[in-house]
């Protein structure tokens, strides 16, 4: 049975991630990005990811910061992963996580007239500008960057790339046992669908939300009632 690693993102406070912890959570993204709500500073996280248990991973989220930014970044915050969430090239995701000395994630926002090739096309185009790509993250196109709670189709995602995409955009408690059995991808991403407010979360949802993601990883494999496109 596969389990679905589970990335909870958007922390701020020592109390959201002790519950995202407790919850079951793979993995925690800091936004190091100034105009989020969900924004923190490097120190602060750094002290966040100081009182973590070990196993747990991290993720530092950025949108079009440059390498010093990053590199500065990753010294007084560790994370063991990069999110590059705007519009960084695939040469300058490779030169910023070469200089930051970490592997990274690349994400792509789906629009409705996404095709299956172009995603494909643009995980190897990122795979081959670096060694130290780890996987694609599909997030919904809005005109702001991120965390906006949003869903896109999941029947864009062609089959072959699903086990090795992070899945994310307006996932939730109440979607997200639909979500993991349609697509079965390698991971999920939440932020908004487990918040009080921004930037705020809430333990219940998040105990709730990895719970239904544990029943999708349950739930037998079945004909997928999406169609795929190719
Ligand atoms: O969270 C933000 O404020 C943010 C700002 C700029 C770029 C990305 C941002 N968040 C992205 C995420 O938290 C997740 O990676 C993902 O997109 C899930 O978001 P949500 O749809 O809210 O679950």
Sequence with gaps: MHRTRIKICGLTR???????????ADALGFVFYPPSPRHVEPSRAGA????LPPFVGTVGLFVNAGVDEVCAAVRQAPVALLQFHGDETARLCAETARAANRPFM?????????????????EHQYRAASPLFSGLLLDTY?????????VFDWSLIPKELAPRVVLSGGL???????AVVLVRPYAVDISSGVELAKGIKDAQR???????VRLADATPEKEHTHERRT
């Design 14 to 24: 020592p109390e959201d991630v002790a519950a995202a912890v407790a919850a079951g």
């Design 106 to 122: 690349r994400v792509f926002r789906v629009r409705p007239d996404t095709r299956a090739r172009e995603l494909l096309e643009y």
């Design 206 to 212: 998040m105990t709730a939300f990895v719970g239904a």
């Design 142 to 150: 809005v005109d702001a960057y991120g965390g906006a709670g949003k």
């Design 172 to 178: 939730s408690v109440q979607n997200a046992t639909e």
């Design 48 to 51: 966040l990811m100081a009182a």
